[in-house]
Structures are given as structure tokens and as C-alpha cells.
Nanobody, 122 residues
Framework: VQLQASGGGLVQAGGSLRLSCAASASIYSINVMGWYRQAPGKQRELVASVTRGGTTTYADSVKGRFTISGDNAKNTRAYLQMDNLKPEDTAVYYC????????????????WGQGTQVTVSS
């Protein structure tokens, strides 16, 4: 039972990146998939989330620039399209699954993927 995040990198200010988060095959469905980030010396913060029903939420700092989406009805894969990136978006980005169901019937909460570094140069 794990999440695999990918897609980080180095980009100039104003550029774009797309992050992906995929759940392992042992995860049947995820109620809420979210992206968090943590910059050096700062607390981890929620960037965006998407529910299995397609409802999205965004941090004020990324509204209008970032778009989160899930690609199936079970919400087991999510993407974060990041446009017009700013140096202050530099952080390690983590995906998170809240209230997930496994293929053997277990219910789990708060599963984290490994982080992926996003660096935006000015």
C-alpha cells in the first residue's frame, strides 16, 4: 500500500511542471487525494486536494495557477498541473491519500508518498 509521486524538477519562474501521484495496485479507492508541500524551515502545507467526487480545493497562494485532477472514478491517480511558477513555490511536494480502501477490504487514513523536489529559479 503506497503512493508514488513523480514529476518534480528545476524550472524558471513563469514555467510549468506537472506532478503525478499513483496509488499501488493494492489500493482500491481513495476518498481524498491531496498535494502538500514543505519548504525549508516551514511547516508542511496543503496545496490542493481532489475528492473521489471531483470536488477540488486550493490554497489561496496557488489559486488560478495550479490545477489538481484525478483521472479515474476511484481517485487512485492524481495530477497537479503547476503553471506560472514562482520562486516561493520551491519546496518538496508530497501526495497524500486520506480515507482509502484497499483491495482486501481494509480502510486506512493518511497515507503519504515520497516527496518530489520542485525548484523554481528567479
Amino acid at each position: 500500500v503506497q503512493l508514488q509521486a513523480s514529476g518534480g524538477g528545476l524550472v524558471q519562474a513563469g514555467g510549468s511542471l506537472r506532478l503525478s501521484c499513483a496509488a499501488s495496485a493494492s489500493i482500491y479507492s481513495i476518498n481524498v487525494m491531496g498535494w502538500y508541500r514543505q519548504a525549508p524551515g516551514k511547516q508542511r502545507e496543503l496545496v490542493a486536494s481532489v475528492t473521489r467526487g471531483g470536488t477540488t480545493t486550493y490554497a489561496d497562494s496557488v489559486k488560478g495557477r495550479f490545477t489538481i485532477s484525478g483521472d479515474n472514478a476511484k481517485n487512485t491517480r492524481a495530477y497537479l498541473q503547476m503553471d506560472n511558477l514562482k520562486p516561493e513555490d520551491t519546496a518538496v511536494y508530497y501526495c497524500n491519500a486520506d480515507r482509502l480502501a484497499t483491495t482486501d477490504g481494509a480502510i486506512k487514513s493518511d497515507l503519504w508518498g515520497q516527496g518530489t523536489q520542485v525548484t523554481v529559479s528567479s
